[in-house]
């Protein structure tokens, strides 16, 4: 009777093992995302412009940036960004210079879910909108008023485009996207310059970005 007992008990351990595993059996591999070839990158830019709500313009004639990407990654989080340098100095209104000094690391980060679109975008395989966060940066110039610096932080929003097939094409465009509550946020003024400096700003750029290991990234959500 007792042999009995412990092999009715035996089996119903192993009928609980197999109840409590069936569930993750039946649910599947988790969505994620993933990015064909992962690890460092570089991107680098032409014209970049950074506007205030009022309107004044700085622009940067070329730009850089560099980081890593990890793959397959839940999201939505897909890359930091590590690196970040605008060429000096930057115009701006009236003739004035500036120079930006980026404070990193910044997050890249696609929109979960819905993020990306097979197909779309400039090269036919597969646009990801979503966006960057964690900005940091300190603008260093002198306006028709005076010297200023301030702080530019926040996030903005952006989308990768894929490259053709075994490309080096990928493009990252750096805009505002429709209706979206995505600002910079300008603070820490200093110096009678910044009389003529906004409060929000807006920024936007395009970059070409190639992996270390050659060719564009490839990303993709399934």
């Given at each position: 009777m007792l042999k009995k007992t412990r092999m009715l008990a035996a089996v119903g351990a192993a009928a609980a093992a197999v109840a409590l595993a069936t569930p993750s059996a039946i649910a599947g591999p988790t969505a994620a995302w993933t990015i064909a070839p992962a690890g460092a990158f570089t991107g680098t830019a032409g014209v970049t412009t950074l506007t205030d709500n009022v309107g004044n313009v700085?622009?940067?004639?070329?730009?850089?940036a560099s980081g890593t990407a990890s793959s397959p990654v839940a999201g939505p989080v897909l890359a930091q960004i590590t690196g970040a340098s605008f060429n000096a100095p930057c115009t701006g209104p009236f003739g004035s210079t500036w120079t930006v000094t980026a404070t990193t690391p910044w997050t890249l980060n696609g929109n979960t879910p819905g993020g990306y679109a097979?197909?779309?975008?400039?090269?036919g395989t597969g646009k990801t909108t979503g966006w960057i966060g964690g900005i940091s940066a300190t603008v260093t110039g002198s306006s028709v008023l005076g010297p200023c610096t301030f702080k530019v932080t926040g996030t903005v929003d952006g989308a990768y485009n894929n490259p053709s097939?075994?490309?080096?094409?990928?493009?990252?465009?750096?805009?505002?996207?429709?209706?979206s509550p995505r600002l910079l946020t300008i603070g820490s003024k200093v110096g009678g310059g910044c009389g003529i400096v906004g409060a929000t700003a807006t920024f936007k750029g395009t970059y070409n970005v190639v992996a270390a290991v050659g060719g564009s990234p490839v990303i993709s959500y399934s």
């Open positions: 700085i622009q940067c004639a070329t730009a850089s097979a197909g779309g975008g400039t090269n097939a075994g490309g080096a094409n990928g493009t990252l465009a750096v805009a505002p996207a429709a209706t």
